[in-house]
Nanobody, 116 residues
Framework: VQLVESGGGLVQPGGSLRLSCAAS????????MAWYRQGVGKQRELVAG???????NYGASVKGRFTISRDIAKNTVYLQMNSLKPEDTAVYYC???????????WGQGTQVTVSS
């Protein structure tokens, strides 16, 4: 499985970005998909996730501002980020976790910078 993120960039505080994570195959029925982020000098943290069954969860710092979704036909997971803050600046990674096997895949990451 290959995961390719896109959509990162520089945005002003209060702005919006949409990240995309394209998977190399039809995996959503047996993988939990998630977005993580890692800022400079910080630990990698969960931003949002969606299980194979469609259950969604968010990290506390982004709840109400970010929305995760998936397009099964396009094998793509999205992260809509609104009301961005400077503290959202990080490299954002896409991850796929197999539902019953100890198998995980990471994308290469995409940089998001929130600055005026």
């Amino acid at each position: 499985v290959q995961l390719v993120e896109s959509g990162g960039g520089l945005v002003q505080p209060g702005g919006s970005l949409r990240l995309s994570c394209a998977a190399s195959g039809s995996i959503f029925s047996i993988y939990t998909m998630a977005w993580y982020r890692q800022g400079v000098g910080k630990q990698r943290e969960l931003v949002a996730g969606v299980t194979s069954g469609g259950t969604i969860n968010y990290g506390a710092s982004v709840k109400g501002r970010f929305t995760i979704s998936r397009d099964i036909a396009k094998n793509t997971v999205y992260l809509q980020m609104n009301s961005l803050k400077p503290e959202d600046t990080a490299v954002y990674y896409c991850k796929a976790d197999h539902d019953w096997r100890q198998i995980s895949y990471w994308g290469q990451g995409t940089q998001v910078t929130v600055s005026s």
